[in-house]
Nanobody, 126 residues
Framework: QLQLVESGGDLVQPGGSLRLSCAAS????????IGWFRQAPGKEREGVSG????????VYAPSVKGRFTVSRDNANNTVYLQMDSLKVEDTGVYYC???????????????????WGQGTQVTVSS
């Protein structure tokens, strides 16, 4: 069974950058589309970005478009989320999830993703 592990979360000042990683084991990440989600305290989980199996198609939530970049290295079973110009409102636990590239996953519908990581904390604060 595919297992996902996120890393790279940290405390960063507003305007700073972080790169999150989503590493897979127990299967080939190349067989899955990957979504990134986040959940802030007291708020619902929201979709942030998604990337298809080959990396040729990507989607972003309006709140992060132009600041976040998703990419993947299938040879190393890893997907990345580069986050630049971070804002306080980007604070939260970030999760990666694996599924098929469908209308549901492109729309960040969480039940459409079959496998989830445990999350990594991102805190943006001065």
């Amino acid at each position: 069974q595919l297992q996902l592990v996120e890393s790279g979360g940290d405390l960063v000042q507003p305007g700073g950058s972080l790169r999150l990683s989503c590493a897979a084991s127990g299967g080939a990440l190349a067989n899955y589309a990957i979504g990134w989600f986040r959940q802030a305290p007291g708020k619902e989980r929201e979709g942030v970005s998604g990337i298809n199996k080959s990396g040729g198609s990507k989607v972003y939530a309006p709140s992060v478009k132009g600041r976040f970049t998703v990419s993947r290295d299938n040879a190393n079973n890893t997907v990345y989320l580069q986050m630049d110009s971070l804002k306080v409102e980007d604070t939260g636990v970030y999760y990666c999830a694996a599924g098929e590239w469908t209308i549901a996953t492109i729309s960040f519908e969480a039940p459409a993703f079959n496998f989830w990581g445990q999350g990594t904390q991102v805190t943006v604060s001065s």
